[in-house]
């Protein structure tokens, strides 16, 4: 560990770091450029994400790293890893005792808190850049507030699926004014969004931008009077679990059609079992 | 060498330990910008005066040589510009080419002097590091991102920050400091009253 720097950033690159965060959080939404480093992984792992986490970890902290909800998959062990060793914090699964929680492409089941920290990785931090690939133009309707392509977007998908058939990365709108790709989080999270009382910050190291949604920020996901927003997930309870309220994974299990649906949130789904909630598909305790 | 004619003062009253104290202090910062009205404590630092030691610790967590600071008043003097120059690298300038400017709020006014960002690139825009007298969770009722509902803030007047947040997206953001503790101000946040 004495290797390194304490969260494996030096110095100067925090400051710069830190500058872009809290310019971000006095303007929710807006993307802020940063210098983004090359990390020791490869652009697409969370490079972003651990470049935010890397200046926001303190001593005290403790460390919770998801992947699509997962704390024991290949992307989320070793980032918890890499902080294991660069910065030596305490690491956990537990949402509710976790400090900073960097997440891929999930919002925790479980309600954030009070000086929680929810730190995504972003693939790509602008919302029109599949409508216009143009960085001068995007930032430009940014800047006039000019979004009337996304609600063209949706109406397309609308005309052509009869529904909004965007499923993630789902567009919002923070406090009326920005319009802000969550990353590609399901929209069944996109509620878990607005006004909670967690600070949510937005890596992108590739496109190296940063942003934030500040605790009790109010989000809207786009929709229309006639098309209402609707946070959808599979029509299943969890198999392990009984849930049926998270949002599920579907699992194959063999070659036949077989196939479970699982909580995508590990802990929670652990959480659940341990106290007791037995699924469909869960193995059932020996009577004697 | 420059550090001849600087000060022994300018080389005192820095962190003993910059990684950690810097993450704490910024950690403390973040908070009080992301939950305005909340008043934290910042430790670490030991500035010349006039500066506080929660300026002292912001300074040392955000300043470099790539940020142009302003020291406005009383703040402006020799010890002042010799720390800062020292412990920070950060060149000092004109209130207009800022992106920090540290001093009271009577030295700071006009506040608009100083940048607000373009509406292409909002975050181009100065902090302002204010010195009070008191900071208390009292006074102006405070409406917006990071507030519950409303909060409360001692702030020197209201006028300034009602102009300010009409600027939205633009505009500046305000951090108190008053002995070692200190409060944010984003410019998203609506400050009530007249």
């Known amino acids: ?288 | 060498m420059t550090a001849l004619s600087m000060n022994a003062e300018a080389m005192t009253g820095s962190f003993t330990d910059a990684p950690v104290q810097a993450a704490h202090g910024f950690r403390a910062v973040l908070r009080a910008l992301s939950q305005p009205g909340e008043i934290v404590t910042l430790s670490g630092a030991t500035p010349p005066a006039p500066m506080s030691p929660a300026a002292g610790v912001v300074a040392l967590v955000l300043l470099d040589g790539t940020t142009p600071v302003h020291l406005a008043g009383a703040h402006d003097c020799p010890a002042l510009r010799d720390w800062i120059t020292f412990q920070t690298g950060a060149p000092l300038v004109a209130a207009e080419a800022a992106m920090f400017a540290i001093g009271t709020w009577q030295a700071l006014t006009p506040v608009t002097r100083f940048a607000i960002g373009t509406p292409e690139y909002p975050d181009r825009a100065a902090t302002l590091i204010v010195e009070s007298d008191h900071l208390t969770a009292e006074g102006t009722t405070l409406r917006g991102p990071g507030i519950d509902g409303s909060a409360q803030l001692s702030l020197p007047e209201t006028g300034a920050f009602r102009a300010n947040r009409a600027l939205f997206p633009l505009g500046f953001d305000t951090l108190f400091c008053c002995g070692d503790q200190l409060a944010g101000l984003p410019r998203s946040t609506i400050v009530e009253g007249r």
Not at chain 1, 200 to 225: H, K, N
Not at chain 1, 239 to 268: N, Q
């Open chain 1, 1 to 288: 560990m004495s290797d390194y720097n304490f969260a494996y950033l030096d110095e100067q690159t925090k400051r710069m770091i830190r500058r872009a965060i809290l310019k971000g959080v006095a303007v929710p939404g807006y993307q802020v450029p940063f210098a983004s480093r090359e990390m020791p992984m490869p652009y697409g792992w969370g490079t972003g994400g651990v470049q935010v986490t890397a200046a926001c970890l303190t001593p005290d902290d403790t460390l919770k790293v998801i992947d699509q909800g997962a704390d024991d998959t290949t992307n989320a062990v070793s980032i918890r890893k890499f902080f294991e060793r660069t910065a030596g914090v305490a690491t956990s699964t537990h949402t509710a005792e976790a400090t900073i929680i960097q997440t891929r492409h999930r919002i925790p089941e479980a309600a954030l808190s009070d000086g929680q920290i929810l730190v995504y990785q972003v693939p790509i931090p602008e919302p029109l850049r599949f409508l216009e690939p143009r960085e001068t133009e995007t930032r430009r309707m940014h800047a006039l507030e000019d979004y009337g392509l996304m609600h063209v977007k949706l109406y397309e998908d609308i005309a052509r699926n009869g529904a909004i058939a965007t499923s993630y990365a789902y567009p919002v709108k923070v406090e009326g004014r920005y319009i802000m790709d969550p990353s590609p989080i399901p929209k069944f999270d996109n509620p878990k969004l607005s006004n909670t009382p967690a600070l949510q910050l937005f890596g992108a190291g590739r496109e190296q931008r940063i942003y934030a949604i500040p605790p009790f920020t109010q989000i809207v996901s786009l929709d229309f009077e006639d098309y209402p927003f609707e946070a959808s997930k599979a029509p299943h309870a969890c198999d392990l679990c009984a849930d049926d309220t998270t949002y599920l994974d579907e699992v194959i299990t063999d070659d036949h059609g077989g196939r479970m649906f699982v909580c995508s949130d590990t802990d929670h789904c652990e959480t659940r079992r341990d106290a007791g909630y037995r699924g469909r598909l869960a193995p059932q305790e020996d009577a004697a």
